[in-house]
């Protein structure tokens, strides 16, 4: 456009820009794509809430906007089906894999990022080769195996798999991190008269927050979207989880069970994704940790 | 000192013994305990185990005169196997340790239960992990491999009815050579890799498209449209994949609204071609925010003066995309691009939540249209019983996926810091 070489006339030039049609126009393009693109995303969010205020039970009868709005499926959620049950189940389920996985892992990250022993680099290796075996590709394996030692179909069974299978994967995160935070801090606290264990508790802990709430974070809703191993674990009615209980609901052959489907769907997308909006700064910082730092 | 190292020979029998005539009475009593559990508990199991393995049992499913049900579960044995090799392949480190233990002087210092524990502490604040890994990671997948060479599918070669048989690699040739077979894993296999491709460039460029009009000079309120945006990656995946089989279904809204503008109702997820296309479309909708919050922070990692100097050049908007931003985005990201492949190749949660693999193929065995390698396996596992087919294609997906993990996993951070290789 311009071939002026100073950089103050170049904004010059940048802030007439702005009146011309040229730029009027490109702006109302920005702006459609937007707005169409924000219809796009939220169109099923506004569906399946508008579904879930309907008063029939199909999704034939239901509409977006439902002319009566009623909150009947909610109700019938707590009163008539299993719903409560799935929901403490996947609580529990949640809540102890996150602290399981949480430990296991940050243990291991932080041994193999202070210490230097023999033996460590071949099970660093080993630990990258396991991680690269997709875990739920075992499936019969871990079915046969929670057989053998009694652990089928219970909530413990699958907790201790969730755990295990995350390890390798978590390890290297979790390592790259604690491996940031400088060694010299450490020597300090040995210094003082600090054992391994209060050097890791003061003074890795606290630097580590963010990835540390990271991990946690995605142990804890890792179970909420997980189908395939509960369904192949858990077996009974009580032993059931929300996503088991969900799924069954819109895959069932009966078509009667959308708008409860929907109800169901919206109390348990509610607390999630309040947890994303709080927890944003960690989830983006833990997402990207795994790209090239320029 | 040298008086108690003549001892130490002792050890090569006695686990243990030298280090409790040194004084060491925690480490020789604990070394003596894994020697009595091992003669005690240890060998009968092993024996158990390793006959197991290798026969894979030896007595056919029958009722005994007192008509009590007689068989050798052959999964049982070979899981039995495994874990007995798992275990042995531990008991002899701990006793090479012993004996290379039993030669060393002892510590010079006095030294308090804290030092002790202190100094191991890296072995004791690892082993739940590396125990976890062995028996819960290791152990399948070894199992899981060694399937691929037996027999183990329903009808005929079910336990506890029937036995099981180490055949080998015929597996393998029959997957390859019997045309059922072949024609079922091309498909699938094309499928997989196109749709992995697929899936993971929308998503990345429908992603970089919104970072970088969000965040472009002329729009206003920049966090309501980054928040809009981003909504879709905290929906839980699950939920909304379920809501999208609902959208799409032939009495869903979106036929409805076809059908209001006068048009024939779709299959959009009973259509063999439609229902990819959808697949795809749906996915773009679950997976660009996620690259959306990504490039956010990368974009405004590059440096500025890169666009001032092109500005100087005189260089028009869309050669800056293609020659400043696209270019550094790229090379940012790769890691995760190529994770993100390896993520979408194995996707299995969206095809089994929107179309469980359907529409049917009749050209494939145990295959739908959309149905990707994992979906695959997932059905011949649980719905067929087919366990070795299940097993010879998890290997292949293994072969196939590793070295592009492994690759980009040497590109990370936490890998380049570590000279490993």
Redesign the interface.
């Known amino acids: 456009m311009s071939t002026n070489t100073s950089t103050s006339e170049i904004k010059l030039v940048k802030k007439k820009k702005k009146l011309t049609p040229k730029t009027i126009a490109l702006r109302a393009l920005v702006y459609t794509f937007l707005i169409t693109n924000t219809i796009f995303i939220l169109f099923p969010v506004l569906w399946i809430i508008g579904s879930s205020l309907n008063p029939g039970n199909s999704l034939y009868s239901s509409t977006m906007f439902p002319k009566n709005p009623t909150f009947i499926h909610y109700k019938e959620l707590f009163t008539k089906t299993d719903y409560p049950i799935w929901y403490k189940n996947t609580l529990k389920i949640a809540f102890l894999n996150m602290i399981f996985s949480t430990i296991l892992t940050t243990f291991n990250a932080y041994v193999f990022s202070r210490f230097r022993f023999k033996g460590r680099k071949p099970l660093l290796v080993t630990i990258l080769v396991l991680q690269v075996f997709p875990s739920f590709l075992t499936l019969t394996a871990v079915y046969v195996l929670l057989m053998n030692l009694g652990l089928y179909n219970t909530h413990i069974g699958l907790v201790l798999f969730y755990a295990g299978a995350q390890i390798p994967g978590n390890t290297w995160l979790i390592k790259g991190y604690f491996d940031q935070i400088p060694k010299s801090l450490d020597e300090a606290a040995r210094v003082d008269g600090a054992t391994n264990f209060t050097t890791f508790t003061r003074i890795i802990m606290p630097l580590a927050v963010p990835i540390i709430v990271f991990l946690a974070l995605t142990s804890f809703i890792g179970p909420w979207m997980d189908f395939i191993f509960q369904s192949l674990i858990l077996s009974s009615a009580e032993k059931k989880t929300l996503a088991m209980g969900l799924m069954e609901m819109v895959t069932g052959q009966s078509n009667t069970k959308f708008t409860l489907f929907a109800a169901g769907a919206i109390l348990v997308a509610i607390p999630i994704t309040i947890l994303y909006a709080f927890l944003q700064k960690y989830i983006v910082e833990g997402l990207s940790s795994g790209a090239v730092k320029s | 000192m040298e008086d108690k190292k003549k001892y130490a020979w002792l050890s090569y029998i006695i686990m243990g013994s030298a280090q409790i005539m040194k004084g060491e009475y925690i480490k020789g009593i604990f070394l003596l305990l894994v020697e009595i559990l091992t003669i005690v508990f240890g060998i009968p199991y092993f024996a158990h185990g390793l006959w197991g393995i290798w026969t894979l049992g030896v007595t056919k499913f029958h009722f005994n005169e007192q008509g009590v049900a007689v068989f050798d579960h052959s999964?049982?044995l070979m899981?039995q196997g495994i874990i007995s090799i798992l275990l042995i392949l531990i008991i002899i480190g701990i006793y090479v340790y012993n004996v290379r233990d039993a030669y060393k002087a002892k510590e010079e210092k006095k030294t308090t239960l804290?030092d002790k524990?202190?100094r191991n502490?890296?072995?004791i604040?690892?082993t739940?992990?590396?125990l976890?890994?062995v028996?819960?990671?290791?152990?399948?997948?070894v199992?899981?491999i060694l399937?691929a060479f037996t027999d183990y599918s329903a009808p005929y070669h079910l336990p506890p009815r029937n036995l099981v048989r180490w055949v080998g690699l015929q597996n393998f040739k029959e997957i390859f050579g019997l045309k059922i077979w072949n024609k079922t894993l091309s498909g699938v296999f094309i499928w997989t890799v196109t749709w992995a491709v697929l899936a993971t460039v929308t998503s990345f460029f429908v992603g970089l498209m919104?970072a970088l009009?969000?965040n472009?000079s002329?729009?206003k309120i920049k966090k309501l449209?980054r928040t809009?945006?981003?909504?879709?990656?905290?929906?839980?995946?699950?939920?909304?994949m379920?809501?999208?089989?609902?959208?799409f279904?032939g009495?869903?809204?979106i036929n409805d609204f076809i059908e209001h503008i006068g048009l024939q109702r779709l299959g959009w997820l009973t259509d063999p071609h439609l229902a990819k296309f959808t697949l795809v479309l749906i996915n773009m909708?679950l997976g660009a925010p996620?690259f959306m919050?990504?490039m956010t922070?990368?974009l405004t990692?590059i440096p500025k003066d890169l666009y001032?100097s092109s500005?100087?050049d005189?260089a028009t908007a869309f050669q800056k995309l293609r020659h400043i931003t696209i270019p550094m985005v790229l090379?940012?990201?790769?890691?995760?691009l190529i994770?993100s492949f390896a993520y979408n190749f194995?996707n299995?949660?969206l095809i089994?939540?929107v179309t469980?693999g359907g529409p049917v193929n009749p050209n494939y065995r145990y295959a739908g249209h959309t149905d990707l390698l994992?979906s695959w396996?997932?059905k011949m596992?649980?719905n067929q019983q087919q366990?070795h087919m299940?097993?010879v294609v998890?290997i292949m997906?293994?072969l196939i996926?590793?070295p592009i993990?492994?690759f980009s996993?040497t590109?990370?951070?936490?890998?380049r810091?570590?000279d490993?290789i």
């Open positions: 999964i049982f899981l804290r524990i202190d502490f890296h072995w604040f690892i739940p992990g590396l976890s890994l028996f819960l990671i290791l152990l399948p997948i199992f899981t399937i919104w009009i969000v472009s002329g729009v449209w809009i945006f981003i909504i879709p990656y905290a929906v839980p995946g699950l939920i909304s379920l809501i999208m089989r609902l959208i279904s009495q869903g809204p909708w996620y919050a990504l922070s990368i990692n001032e500005d100087i005189g090379y940012s990201t790769m890691p995760l994770s194995n299995f949660m089994y939540a469980g994992i396996i997932y596992t649980l366990y299940a097993s998890t997906i293994f996926i590793a993990v492994a996993f590109r990370s951070k936490s890998f810091e570590e490993l």
